[in-house]
């Protein structure tokens, strides 16, 4: 059996693991006060046209979405999302569980547009009784999306002019961003993302780290007591370094894109590979996940040696799964996926 | 600079990051429905009498608190501990967060009663306007204790009963466990506080672990959909695996007691040294922590060669500061912190 | 000016207001546990075929929604509503606030459907990752709904059956219980709502009194400790004597069903008036609150004289707008209102 | 059976059960937007020197504290308090169950000084682990406190001058506020608490009113979108005139002020009686709860004339009792039970 079940399925790269058993009785300072931190951050700081900004490193994504969301939030306050957003599906209400309501808008695609953003925030201002409905306070987006789609630099600079218009935070949820930087139909920088928006996370469990998600919040006064609301949240590990050495591992010679480019190729393989046995895709996706529409009897026998999850039912005859690869994703597997159809 | 600071300086036991190097494209399931899960599982159930138990992995201490303890308790109930318990202290109001209040009461020696807890139970239901007041619903104890002291068999009996006797869930913080099973004065197994306990947890971070933390939820009706809890409060770690593998390692062999066992006997080397020396400690420990009172210029020298933490004022001339060991503590530096006093 | 704002722009009926002001200087025990509160309890029950229940009084009606639910669910658990519900939409996100995800099914018509039930919750433990999204384990309905439609008997027992075979509580908002009873259409009895619901309201505040809420809850178990979580959301009134002197004026003689047919009378007659200048409404409602589409110039006209409120863009032309009629309203005004089309 | 049990065991002063009889059907705006309340609001901020503030109607004391506090903490920040302090010991947990810890502080008396709010908030920032304890925030502080005693001046004007240099907001509970304004030791007027608080409440509950509170927010800044949070917490009384009303009754003729000089006068009374017949008291009061120390069969014999409340055990043979006098306390039973010890 061999997996595209998910994007976290081997443990971590090489070189991060044994960059920490080399150092298996290093002693270092503890709660991201270290040296492997600290380099960590210099080096992702690099990829920012202005360095200023504060990078904390979280243990996984629904903890760093979560700790963030709620630090910065009043009571009252929601946030914003599609409908399809991991925030409002998939993580057990983490966001409501600190108190506060997700608000879910429609979605095609996995993405929102500047100009719903606008409607759904002048809508709730100009109702008589706005004092009785959850006051919009931030946009969280993910990119890629859960869907895989990708924003363009052009549709990410208008939604945060809209948020700057709106007085909303910026919010970007990037589980699996180095995929969405190498994709083929990406044309936003890091910097570009820094820049636009208030705090984003660059993912690190899902992109060839063991754990860890290195938080960027690039406005100290958005940030203030962050590390409180980290520790309240058990989201300030003891063993910072366990995460900053492999950021740093990451970070230093650009291993992070070289692990996004081969797991979007191994996709894109997939992809042209079910494209040419005649099948159709549910979304057009430049990144890591893919959507097959397939006929149940297909999938049925593709199960006797992968595993991969259902998405969604297409038709009586046909469902949709999703097939993800990964920094690990090996070729020959994928050969044999497609050989198998 | 030598590190007295605490028990998590070091990265983790080679043992450890030999086995997740080994394992680094190894494909497992996730959220800790692995294989390497499973079998630390069964290799921890070996030192329980009754094998009938919940186990899962979480990532650190503050997490597993905050997790189990709101999983459990009603909104109006809250948790009894000594003030000096790790929730109440030094962990930002981690379980206030989850909307629960946390009952202190006093203790010499960071242990609690079994007849402290009667009072305090009492007095409550003894309260006219008892629905005025939080409902004590739970006991927190630490094993060891913050301040290094460990529970006899016969206080947790006692308190254990006590706990039945007033319907109160029994929760032990086992962040440094091992060195209380391992210390020269104790009389529990891991078997007795399994059967006393409605829950506890094993703890991997400061006992030669990366990070992770096994918790024990004796009953199954106690842990029920406790899954979705930890996915809500972002414990659940998609690689679930990278702890699992840790605590098999760890309890494969007894690996976990052979570090603890070394992480006191360093303690009781210092201690002793500090006696000769002529100087008095705090507490009363027989644990990885030591409690020594020293004069304000003989801190000021030591810290020129080690760090460690003041933990409190004791006069206008002294102060009594922490030291702790841990599993990777060097002899060598041990005997030369004793010199240097 | 005259309102037809809401249903609760007047102070109370003078019975209630009389009752108070004779009893000026009366001693009674606090919290609700008086005589009057007891009188007003046993009034309600002799409506019940099985008087067995608990019954409290609160002070509004987001209060007591918010004080029952947060009492029930445990905290991966959501609260199933139609997306029109109170609680999802006009009560500040006071559900989330307590830690709770309110799970919004569609409605056209502010009712749902039990075959809807079954559907999100089969779909939830279908689901691979049922542990990552909210657990449904409560049903909200409110009758009428917040557009004026009330259930038929044969849908509400429909409901109350799946939420049994589901295992979900089932809790009925009755903010204007009062008018849904007395709808001409009705075919249920407070008798059937306390049999088929685990707990529901019976509001007093749009039914004529000053402030206050009955919450009945069916079964003792699910109401356990029910007045901490009162108390601690600061919703058990010191002077509990102040509503239940005023349930037991609404129920002693009926004066309940009766103020709740005036309002019905007062907006059958704007209805049929409306109607008959030509007018259609938005909903098919049978008590207190009609929805007419009225063209905008015709508002603006009806604006000069009354008050009432925007719904919803009907068209580029018309409007959809809101007139609640209430115990207390003037069947003069009601006729002017009519003349004025 | 007469009472001394508490101050809210009457209905409410004549004068504003009549005015909400005579408006019986009078419309007005909802949520505390209309006349009522706004002519309420004109009569309180005669008595500031400094009208400029936001003034709230809220249902009681509990409710109040926990919608203001909850509003302006952020999730890692705690409220310093006595010991004795309301939010600390009666209500529930109700600020935990909102994410906060409680801080409480020794007290003897009932009252804090501004000494130990120094120490308290130093202790913290030069803690070497800030962050992961809970950072105060706020004082909460009650006049009169919950055991009868009243801040003079000085020690008020202190508390507020140490709060502004430690960045802490100074919130008063004035659940009996008129007492202590009118005690013969006080030298604090309604506009100095105004100027020296950010925020504070005028109690209607235990003095004269049949419900409700009026909130003081000194600062628009610190009351930003209160009511937001009002409606989300079930604390926005739709008929807000209904507690409007009543506080314009209070206020309009100093109604307020003489009844809380009934009251005192009443505990007075009665302090003096008990002085005389030889007992002792375990608190110095000057407002309207006196706290005597009887033999128990003194108490026994009391209790089957009157009811009052068991406050603690002072010996084996003597019990402290609290006797709580109000606006409505007959002379004729101070002088019975005066007789009858």
Same mark, same amino acid.
């Given at each position: 059996?061999y997996?595209?079940l998910?994007?976290?399925?081997?443990?971590a790269?090489?070189?991060?693991?044994?960059?920490m058993?080399?150092?298996?009785?290093?002693?270092?300072?503890?709660?991201?006060?270290?040296?492997?931190?600290e380099?960590a951050r210099?080096?992702?700081?690099?990829y920012?046209d202005?360095?200023e900004?504060?990078?904390?490193?979280?243990?996984?994504?629904t903890?760093?979405?979560?700790?963030?969301i709620?630090?910065?939030?009043?009571?009252?306050?929601?946030?914003?999302?599609?409908?399809?957003g991991?925030?409002?599906?998939?993580?057990?209400?983490s966001i409501?569980?600190?108190?506060h309501?997700?608000?879910?808008?429609e979605?095609?695609?996995?993405?929102?547009r500047?100009?719903?953003?606008?409607e759904f925030?002048?809508?709730?201002?100009?109702d008589?009784?706005?004092?009785?409905?959850v006051?919009?306070?931030?946009?969280?987006i993910s990119?890629?999306?859960?869907?895989?789609?990708?924003?363009?630099?052009?549709?990410?600079?208008?939604?945060s002019?809209?948020?700057?218009?709106?007085?909303?935070?910026l919010?970007?949820?990037?589980?699996?961003?180095?995929?969405a930087?190498?994709?083929?139909?990406?044309? +936003?920088?890091? @910097?570009?993302?820094?820049?636009?928006? !208030?705090?984003? %996370? =660059?993912g690190?469990? /899902?992109m060839?780290a063991?754990?860890?998600?290195a +938080?960027?919040? @690039?406005d100290?006064?958005?940030?203030? !007591?962050?590390? %409180? =609301?980290?520790?309240? /949240?058990?989201?300030?590990?003891?063993?910072?370094f366990?995460?900053?050495?492999?950021?740093?591992?990451?970070?230093r010679?650009?291993l992070?894109f070289?692990?996004a480019?081969?797991?979007?190729?191994m996709?894109?393989?997939?992809?042209?590979g079910i494209?040419?046995?005649?099948y159709?895709?549910?979304?057009?996706?430049?990144?890591?996940?893919?959507?097959?529409?397939?006929?149940?009897?297909?999938?049925?026998?593709?199960k006797?040696?992968?595993?991969?999850?259902?998405?969604?039912?297409y038709?009586?005859?046909?469902?949709?799964?999703?097939?993800?690869?990964?920094?690990?994703t090996?070729i020959?597997?994928?050969e044999?996926?497609?050989?198998?159809?």
């Amino acid at each position: 059996m061999y997996g595209f079940l998910n994007d976290y399925s081997e443990f971590a790269h090489e070189n991060l693991l044994k960059a920490m058993f080399e150092n298996s009785r290093t002693q270092s300072a503890p709660y991201g006060n270290d040296e492997f931190c600290e380099r960590a951050r210099e080096e992702i700081k690099k990829y920012f046209d202005d360095p200023e900004c504060d990078i904390h490193f979280l243990e996984g994504g629904t903890q760093t979405n979560l700790t963030f969301i709620s630090s910065v939030l009043r009571p009252h306050q929601g946030v914003i999302t599609a409908v399809t957003g991991h925030i409002n599906c998939h993580e057990t209400g983490s966001i409501e569980a600190t108190g506060h309501k997700v608000l879910a808008i429609e979605s095609e695609d996995g993405k929102i547009r500047a100009e719903q953003i606008k409607e759904f925030v002048e809508a709730h201002y100009n109702d008589e009784s706005s004092e009785h409905i959850v006051q919009p306070a931030m946009v969280y987006i993910s990119n890629p999306t859960e869907v895989g789609t990708i924003y363009l630099k052009s549709e990410f600079y208008e939604i945060s002019e809209m948020c700057k218009a709106k007085n909303l935070l910026l919010y970007l949820d990037g589980a699996r961003l180095g995929t969405a930087l190498c994709s083929d139909i990406n044309d +936003l920088s890091l @910097s570009d993302i820094k820049r636009l928006c !208030d705090a984003f %996370y =660059i993912g690190g469990t /899902k992109m060839g780290a063991l754990y860890g998600e290195a +938080l960027v919040i @690039s406005d100290s006064a958005v940030g203030k !007591d962050f590390r %409180y =609301i980290q520790k309240q /949240k058990g989201a300030l590990a003891a063993k910072g370094f366990g995460i900053g050495i492999q950021f740093y591992e990451l970070f230093r010679d650009g291993l992070y894109f070289r692990l996004a480019e081969h797991a979007n190729r191994m996709a894109n393989i997939l992809e042209n590979g079910i494209k040419r046995k005649g099948y159709q895709l549910r979304y057009d996706t430049h990144t890591n996940q893919i959507f097959p529409i397939f006929p149940k009897p297909v999938i049925q026998k593709l199960k006797s040696d992968f595993t991969f999850s259902f998405w969604e039912k297409y038709s009586d005859t046909d469902d949709v799964v999703r097939l993800c690869t990964s920094w690990a994703t090996d070729i020959a597997e994928v050969e044999k996926f497609i050989e198998k159809i």
